[in-house]
């Protein structure tokens, strides 16, 4: 007799957690958020997780929080306006730099993406390999500077940068394949403007620049640190 196959999720969602999950979602939608693939992905991935127990009270508001090693998991909002601007498609080989708590990470999961996510912290990078599994969810994580991107599985079709960049690493541009999407912040270390290059089949790119935003600055090479 075969037995019942083990649920790979370790973690509790309940229907309060839902039900605020819910209400959420309808926040950044009257923000601006209308891509419904977005918005289905943001009611599934369940956020709480990704915060200590202690803070569930914030997990379902619409803002930052601080998840350790000076780092946060990023505004709702903002992690919706980043994967919207993406516009994934399933399939799409994605390369994230900065996985921090990995919530983004499994928005982009959700959405069918083949995620490739490099972390600079060392601590945030072990982890989040308990959480991916906790959640059952699978992604190719690495640690390391991801100012660099991550030229070894490159071409990507869309690379997301979660931390605010002085500018914009050549090398990112250069791994996206033609026609592929970059979104990234650039700006000082207290602000940033919303940067989506297009990469045009002749290698040059176009830009849009969307309104200000503030991440924690990106470290590496082409970061800050070196800055």
């Known amino acids: 007799m075969q037995l019942p196959k083990?649920?790979?999720?370790?973690?509790?969602?309940?229907?309060?957690?839902?039900?605020?999950?819910r209400a959420l979602v309808k926040v950044?939608?009257?923000?601006?958020?209308t891509d419904e693939s977005v918005l289905?992905?943001?009611?599934?991935?369940?956020?709480?997780?990704?915060?200590?127990?202690?803070?569930?009270?914030?997990?379902?508001?619409?803002?930052?929080?601080?998840?350790?090693?000076?780092?946060?998991?990023?505004?709702?909002?903002?992690?919706a306006f980043q994967t919207q601007l993406l516009q994934v498609q399933p399939g799409d080989?994605?390369?994230?730099?900065?996985?921090?708590?990995?919530y983004?990470?499994?928005v982009l999961l959700e959405l069918g993406a083949k995620v490739y996510t490099i972390e600079y912290n060392w601590i945030l990078y072990q982890r989040v390999q308990k959480t991916l599994h906790k959640l059952g969810k699978t992604a190719h994580t690495f640690h390391g500077d991801g100012s660099k991107g991550l030229p070894k599985h490159a071409p990507y079709d869309a690379i997301i940068v979660?931390?605010?960049?002085?500018?914009?690493?050549?090398?990112?541009?250069?791994?996206?394949?033609?026609g592929g999407r970059l979104v990234i912040p650039v700006g000082d270390r207290k602000s940033q403007n919303m940067l989506l290059i297009h990469k045009q089949a002749d290698g040059s790119f176009m830009k849009e620049t969307f309104n200000n935003f503030s991440f924690v600055p990106l470290?590496?090479?082409?970061?800050?640190?070196?800055?």
């Open 6 to 21: 083990r649920s790979t999720n370790l973690f509790e969602d309940s229907y309060k957690h839902k039900g605020m999950r």
């Open 93 to 102: 080989k994605i390369l994230e730099i900065g996985t921090g708590s990995g």
């Open 219 to 227: 470290l590496g090479d082409h970061g800050w640190q070196n800055s």
């Open 28 to 33: 950044i939608h009257a923000k601006g958020i």
């Open 162 to 178: 979660t931390a605010g960049a002085p500018t914009v690493p050549l090398a990112l541009i250069e791994q996206l394949r033609p």
């Open 104 to 106: 983004q990470c499994c």
């Open 40 to 79: 289905h992905a943001m009611n599934t991935v369940p956020r709480h997780v990704f915060l200590d127990n202690a803070f569930l009270e914030h997990a379902y508001q619409d803002k930052a929080f601080q998840i350790g090693e000076g780092q946060t998991i990023s505004q709702p909002f903002t992690v």
